[in-house]
């Protein structure tokens, strides 16, 4: 296969569930192309398409419509112990693990390796360097009970590695994991990616993930692709209303500033590497206008002035004030002249 052919390509794919009050369509007109070695993410809020997409992707689902393309063969097209095969090349993480209570670690990892029929000693072999890997081979006779959320998820990604896969498909995977752990988990696979050369799909609902570890990224919105693009490009100007939902979320819709008062600080040598504004916007769960900016680093300290609009509420205007006064911030109040 040619080096730049994407990896896998998703060519007007559709999903529809029968159910007893009639059919629903969870998947419609969906084109895609994954390149080969990318971290690709796909989000979406909850019942948008995207976990019957992945199962799309690796034929867990059988798709209504369309076609799956996975190295140039059309997955749909094929029999049932061909589609086996290629399974094989596409590991899967999963929200809650997914591990066998009863086997300990080590086993689990040689699961999908006994299944494939590979001798019991090579199995085990393979097994230990992936758990080297993902740095639980001190673990590897423990069970799934005595493990950490990150650890059992560490274990599954060492499962997914088994059978040597070209892609991996991650289904909201960090999910059930705190921000630490989630961090340490995605650094885990951004390794896999750049150090084995491994596509990512990521699945998720959080933009965070996202930012932290994809090159693209696809937004789905109601069973459909709403937009596709690098993830910087889609951060800076989502196109969709669900994107800019995603990324700026309810606020942009409820926060006003037509005429609300506007202030001054004054940056006076504060450690430049102090993000006043965005601590500001998480502390007081209420967005600011930034309406002028003259800041510089001069040695590490910040120096300078910004003059930012309050929010339109007085509740969130009073909360920003107090906030500043509490981390010791000096600001005035200014009127349109004094900017």
């Keep these: 296969m040619e080096s730049g052919e994407p990896i896998i390509r998703l060519r007007n794919v559709g999903k529809e569930f029968k159910t007893a009050n009639g059919p629903v369509v969870a998947l419609e007109d969906i084109n895609l192309d994954i390149a080969r070695g990318e971290v690709f993410g796909i ?98 006779n423990a069970y799934p009970a005595q493990l950490s959320g990150g650890q059992k998820q560490r274990v599954a990604i060492a499962r997914a590695l088994a059978t040597n896969p070209k892609v991996i498909l991650c289904d909201e995977a960090t999910s059930a994991l705190d921000p630490n752990t989630t961090k340490s988990i995605l650094a885990l696979l951004r390794e896999i990616n750049q150090n084995m050369g491994v596509t990512v799909i990521v699945i998720t609902h959080e933009m965070a993930v996202i930012e932290a570890i994809c090159d693209r990224v696809a937004i789905i919105d109601q069973s459909h692709i709403a937009e596709v693009g690098a993830v910087a490009d889609i951060f800076s100007e989502p196109k969709s209303r669900i994107g800019r939902q995603l990324i700026l979320g309810d606020a942009v819709n409820q926060v006003k500033f037509s005429d609300s008062r506007q202030i001054r600080i004054i940056f006076d040598g504060r450690e430049s590497t102090e993000p006043v504004i965005s601590n500001l916007v998480l502390a007081c769960k209420a967005p600011v206008n930034i309406m002028y900016a003259a800041t510089k680093d001069i040695q590490g300290k910040a120096m300078g002035q910004m003059i930012i609009q309050l929010p339109e509420d007085e509740a969130d205007a009073t909360r920003v004030l107090n906030y500043l006064r509490t981390v010791k911030i000096p600001f005035e109040e200014v009127t349109g002249n004094d900017i």
């Design 43 to 140: 989000i979406g809020l909850s019942g948008a398409g995207k976990s019957t997409l992945v199962r799309c992707i690796n034929m867990l689902e059988t798709p209504t419509a369309g076609e799956v393309i996975f190295e140039g063969e059309n997955l749909a097209a094929q029999n049932d112990r061909q589609k086996r095969m290629a399974r094989r090349s596409m590991g899967m993480i999963f929200q809650q693990f997914n591990l066998l209570a009863q086997r300990n670690v080590l086993r689990n990892v040689c699961f999908p390796l006994e299944i494939a029929g590979v001798p019991k000693q090579e199995a085990r072999k393979r097994s230990m360097e992936l758990l080297e890997l993902v740095g639980l081979a001190d673990r590897c």
